[in-house]
C-alpha cells in the first residue's frame, strides 16, 4: 500500500514562510500530476496547486504570487514554498498524486494525511 507523506508544517509568523514537501512512502510505478490543497476549520477542502510531470504549474488566486510549486521528478516528490504567509493560509495541507503503484495497476488519486500550518503571531 503506497502513502503519501507530508512535511514541512509548522507554526509561523504572519509574513513568515514555509516549505512542504510530499513523497510516496514505497516504490511506485509512475507519477503524473501532483498537487497541494489545504482545508482550514469549518471549511470545504480547496485547490492550492497542481504540477504536471512535464512541470506546468496551475496556483489557485488566493495564493498566486505568494506560493509556488514544484516538484523534483527524480525523487519523486513535490514541494511547496509559501512566501508571505498570512492567517488565513491557517489550514491543513494535503498532497495529491496521480500514480501508479505498479505497471499492473492504471494510475489512480492518492492523498496524504495533511500537515497542519498555522499562521499566527
Known amino acids: 500500500q503506497v502513502a503519501l507523506v507530508e512535511s514541512g508544517g509548522g507554526l509561523v509568523q504572519p509574513g513568515g514562510s514555509l516549505t512542504l514537501s510530499c513523497a510516496p512512502s514505497g516504490s511506485i510505478f509512475s507519477i503524473n500530476a501532483m498537487g497541494w490543497y489545504r482545508q482550514a476549520p469549518g471549511k470545504q477542502r480547496e485547490l492550492v496547486a497542481t504540477?504536471?510531470?512535464?512541470?506546468?504549474?496551475n496556483h489557485a488566486d488566493a495564493v498566486k504570487g505568494r506560493f509556488t510549486i514544484t516538484r523534483d521528478n527524480a525523487k519523486n516528490t513535490v514541494y511547496l514554498r509559501m512566501d508571505s504567509l498570512k492567517p488565513e493560509d491557517t489550514a491543513v495541507y494535503y498532497c495529491?498524486?496521480?500514480?501508479?503503484?505498479?505497471?499492473?495497476?492504471?494510475?489512480?488519486?492518492?492523498w496524504g494525511r495533511g500537515t497542519r500550518v498555522t499562521v499566527s503571531s
Open positions: 504540477i504536471t510531470k512535464g512541470g506546468i504549474a
Open positions: 495529491y498524486a496521480d500514480l501508479a503503484p505498479s505497471d499492473a495497476q492504471p494510475p489512480w488519486g492518492h
